[in-house]
């Protein structure tokens, strides 16, 4: 997939291979898989990218920017636990094969992304919300009944982790 920003801005997801961002003179916001997503991609049987896949950079994601802002916007811890939870309490994959991929996840691909980048005179972040954005989804979530008290209390204790301490904690959550 080939994405193109020109003196604008634009907002899309994150493909998880060959997706290629061009961002002049603009700002592109990239949403990153779910862990969820990256388990089910992970349990999928991949194919080994061709020699052209590689020449062309089509076996990972690829983003320049020139004179402009790109960020890849992690999923919220909510959303996080939401996706992983339905994955869990689904059928698709065993339990026990979901943690294990899960702590492979940790262990081997801490950021998710297979991620390339350039830029020249802009920025480029990857980035989870903010802490206190996190904090009031929790509030609203446990007032909404998507929650109880121990799971946002397992979720408040993520909020600023790094990926693999995150990874555990959302495994051991949606799977208890």
């Not at 390339?116 to 979530?141: D, H, I, M, N, Y």
Request: proline share 6%; aromatic share 4%; hydrophobic share 40%.
């Amino acid at each position: 997939m080939f994405h193109l920003t020109l003196f604008s801005s634009a907002e899309t997801s994150l493909a998880s291979r060959g997706h290629t961002t061009l961002t002049v003179f603009g700002s592109s916001v990239l949403h990153a898989p779910t862990l969820a997503q990256r388990v089910l991609r992970l349990a999928r049987p991949a194919r080994p990218p061709s020699t052209w896949d590689m020449i062309l950079g089509r076996h990972r994601s690829m983003m320049v920017t020139v004179f402009g802002s790109t960020e890849v916007a992690l999923p919220s811890l909510l959303d996080e636990w939401t996706a992983m939870r339905q994955l869990a309490s689904g059928h698709e994959i065993p339990r026990e094969q979901l943690r294990a991929l899960c702590e492979q996840l940790a262990t081997r691909d801490p950021q998710g992304l297979d991620l390339a980048t350039l830029t020249l005179f802009g920025t480029c972040r990857v980035a989870r919300p903010a802490p206190k954005r996190e904090q009031a989804a929790f509030e609203r979530a446990e007032k909404g009944g998507v929650i109880d008290r121990p799971i946002r209390a397992v979720l408040e204790s993520l909020v600023g982790r790094g990926e693999p301490a995150v990874i555990g904690g959302l495994t051991q959550a949606a799977l208890t």
